[in-house]
């Protein structure tokens, strides 16, 4: 569990946003929930760096999660479901990926997150010795 502390522009006023086993909450203070959700936006984006993205469908928030795994292989998941995979081939120095056929995001989505691969953005694990 680990603990955000933001502050009024005032410098008075103070919310505490907690993370908590993946979930983020308002843990102390008052704010309208659109603004409270787009503080737990911007934490989100800010402090959890495996989530090159996150957007709302049908009201609901979708976090998107690339996560480093050994031999340049990531794991993509969707709210903390499993969706795809990206690998990278030390041969022919392409990337191939797959995401699941009933899955919200596109090869358009899959294609942004391996460009932020190859810029340094998301996490590489290279140790690719097999």
Known sequence: MKDYHLYNKNGLAFYVFRKSQGVWELAYGELADDIKEACIDALILRYDSDVPELFYHQGER????????????????????????????????????????????????????????????????????R
């Open 62 to 129: 979708q976090i998107v999660e690339v996560r480093a795994k050994k031999y340049s292989l990531w794991h993509i998941y969707l709210n903390n479901r499993y969706v795809g995979s990206i690998e990278h081939d030390k041969h022919s120095k392409k990337f191939n990926f797959h995401i699941d056929d009933d899955c919200l995001l596109t090869d358009d989505h899959v294609q942004k997150y391996i460009a932020m691969i190859e810029r340094g953005e998301l996490k590489w694990i290279k140790d690719d010795i």
